[in-house]
């Protein structure tokens, strides 16, 4: 019946159709399971990747500078003077260097054991692998044991054996370049600014170490050489960060311990956090020099020793109002780095966007509150500005929510739409989403699938006016936005206010096809455009209805895509009989409990939340801009630029 189902015949699918890639073969043809995708981000993330390899061995001990040079070909190249990658043969495959396992196999590596390194960003042994299959060129030099060797690869394959070049008495340590591919990328090239950036920011991660940096072809505003070497850390990076704003405290509260010393266990943790009220507060965190842009337990434990500690110290100085203070109020004008270093650090995904290892949020948390405690009470005047701006946002906080169980029915009222919002009936904002749905049909299984009390529901009219490419007269009489700014009560623009917000959650969610997607789209320009600081806050999240049910006995799966359901009904799911397949044409086909079960409640479904992440101010407002402005040379450009990187094999057509 699977056979059938795909469109194959019993006689041709047989063992032929079984198909067995090579390692580089399968970096190649699926990229984004390694560095998540073929976009900018990925092409970047692969310098991130060698010079976490260098980064590793200064935090090890082993290399006082690295060096990364953009060349103008399109080259880069990152050198260390660490000990310098083994080149003798492999014990397992003798015809074979060291330095070729690691560049031509995944999972290989001196990371595993913890016999090399105590503590690295490196984890699964890709890292060098898969930037290599992923480049058209690739050259690594070795200066070891007073030799100097050189090997050579293109897209994952050795060009010929490992060279000895020749004697190196005064040098060390590894040298890689390498040229993405532009098979994988296409047009896209590494950006001077955005490795200027990320070769800054790893010499405050690690003050140990020097970063250089050479450019051949500079940017705007970005040098041509530069050595980076902060002693401070992350102290002297936040302060450079605030420079010129006022702050509550005249040093941030900084500071390091050593996890040996404390738990006998290798790593340490680093931090600094000030509190000023010139800007949004913000925490940037990292685990082994790798950047956690989704935080994690090491960000969890962070903030826990901060609460804790600020509750004490007001318990100790009797201001009974501190006790109100939560981790809401501690963010808000609160500005925090954070970097540990911990043995097999365990990581949600490859590209490592959040930590998930549970003892780092112990160790952190009792490593950071006996600090705190003590610099509070040995710097009182920081200590009282600080406890009284996080009072007066708690009280700020409590009386707009008095305000929103008003404010709740009173919007409910204004908006006298009983066939449009369906409001849940909870009064506090916390824990309260909004799902915009598509359509009445899909508004009507959404009823039947929310829970009452947290959920509610604000079907639209097809697709929302794409607000870039509109005239701004548009966008305050336009039906479907302004009931969507009234069921939001927080306005939009320049009157827009998050204190307003009267949901925790808003969610999209719109049909598993190319209209849903086209929706979704439009509906994220709108926020992104009018509604930014909603994003930021991670208030914005997508749902990810499924696009098929499958059923077989008393089996019974949800699938997302068309490449997901081939695999399922060539493996079957063990039940008995026959795979029965229903396609979702929309939500509205869904019955209540397929799409509570798969979309609404909150123990099972999936949300995707969406966030801006850019190493350049405003180049996502550029993107967007392109893609949905009212210039469509742009995005016609765009599609020609990027056209070859769609997977048509993947594509319902």
Known sequence: MSDLLSGQTPSEYDASSIQVL????????????YIGG????????????????????????????????????????VRDNGRGIPTDPHPKDPSKSALEIIFCTLNAGGKFSGDSYETSGGLHGVGSSVVNALSDH??????????LYAMEFSRGIAQGPLEKIGAAPNRRGTSVTFHPDAEIFGNLKLKAARLFAMARSKAYLFSGVEI???????????????????????????????????????????????????????????????????RDGFIQSYCNTIPTPEGGTHEAGFWAAILKGIKAYGELTQNRKASTITREDLITGGCALVSCFIREPEFVGQTKDRLATVDAQRMVENAVRDHFDNWLAADTKSAGAILDFLVLRAEERLRRRQEKETARKSATKKLRLPGKLTDCTSKDRVGTELFIVEGDSAGGSGKGARDRKTQALLPLKGKILNVLGAASNKLTTN?????????????????????????EKIIIMTDADVDGAHIAALLMTFFFTQMRPLIDGGHLYLACPPLYRLTQGAKRLYVADDLEKDHWLEKGLGGKGKIDLQRFKGLGEMDAKDLKETTMDPATRKLIRVSVQEDIPGETGDLVERLMGKKPELRFQYIQENAQFADMEELDV
């Open 22 to 33: 090579e390692d580089m073969e399968h970096v190649r043809l699926r990229p984004g399971m």
């Open 138 to 147: 690739l050259r690594v030099e070795v200066a070891r044991n007073r030799e």
């Open 38 to 77: 073929k976009d900018d981000r990925a092409l970047h993330h692969m310098v991130a990747e060698i010079i976490d390899n260098s980064m590793d061995e200064a935090v090890a001990g082993h290399a006082t500078w690295i060096e990364l040079e953009l060349h103008a070909n399109g080259h880069v190249t």
């Open 479 to 503: 039906a479907e936005i302004s009931d969507l700014c009234e069921a939001l009560g927080c306005g939009m623009g320049t009157k827009f206010n998050i204190d307003d917000l009267r949901y």
């Open 212 to 278: 250089r940096w050479k450019c051949e072809a500079p940017g705007d505003d970005t040098p041509t050489e530069a050595k980076f070497h902060f002693p401070g850390g992350l102290s002297d990076y936040l302060n450079e960060t605030l420079s010129g704003s006022t702050t509550y405290a005249d040093a941030p509260f900084g500071g390091m311990v050593d996890f040996k010393e404390k738990f006998g266990q290798p790593g340490k943790v680093e931090w600094a956090i000030n509190w000023t009220p010139a």
